[in-house]
C-alpha cells in the first residue's frame, strides 16, 4: 500500500516542482517553444478542466477544492481496500490521487492551477495542462482500461 502512496507523492512533488521553476522563469502567456508542436506556456486556471467554470466569479474555487479533498479522501480508502493482485487499479488511483492533491495545493494556496505545458499542430491548440493534470489523464486511461480488461473482483 505505502508504495502506491508513495507513487502519488512523487506526482506532487514533481507537479510543485515543476510549476515552481516554470512560474519563476517564464512571462505569464508567452511562449517558450521547445520542439514544433510543444511549448512552454505560464497560464494560469482558476477553473477546472479545460478552463471549465473559469469565469464563474470566484465561488468555484472553494466548490473545486471541496470536490478535490472529497476526492482524495474517497481514493484514500479506496486504495487502502485494494488486495495487493490489482496493481493496475492500485497505479491508476495512485496517478489520479498525485494529480489532485498537486492541483488542490494550487487551488487552497493561489486561488487558481499553473498550466504550463502546450501543445499544437496546424494552429489548433489543446488547453495548456501540467504534471498533475496528465498524471489524472493516464491514472484515468489505466483505471478505464483495468475496468475493461482487468481481472474482476470475482476471479482474485
Do not use: C
Amino acid at each position: 500500500m505505502f508504495k502506491w502512496f508513495g507513487i502519488s507523492l512523487v506526482v506532487v512533488v514533481l507537479d510543485q516542482i515543476t510549476k515552481f521553476i516554470v512560474e519563476s522563469q517564464l512571462a505569464y502567456g508567452q511562449p517558450l517553444p521547445v520542439v514544433p508542436s510543444f511549448n512552454l506556456t505560464l497560464m494560469y486556471n482558476e477553473g477546472a478542466a479545460f478552463s471549465f467554470l473559469s469565469a464563474a466569479g470566484g465561488w468555484q474555487r472553494w466548490f473545486l477544492v471541496s470536490i478535490s479533498l472529497a476526492a482524495s479522501v474517497l481514493l484514500v480508502f479506496w486504495l487502502r481496500k485494494l488486495k495487493p493482485a490489482h496493481r493496475l487499479l492500485a497505479l491508476a488511483l495512485a496517478l489520479i490521487l498525485g494529480g489532485a492533491i498537486g492541483n488542490l495545493i494550487d487551488r487552497v494556496w493561489l486561488g487558481h492551477v499553473i498550466d504550463f505545458i502546450q501543445v499544437y499542430y496546424a494552429g489548433w491548440y489543446f488547453p495548456t495542462f501540467n504534471i498533475a493534470d496528465a498524471a489524472i489523464s493516464v491514472g484515468a486511461a489505466l483505471l478505464i482500461w483495468d475496468s475493461i480488461f482487468g481481472k474482476s473482483q470475482e476471479e482474485t
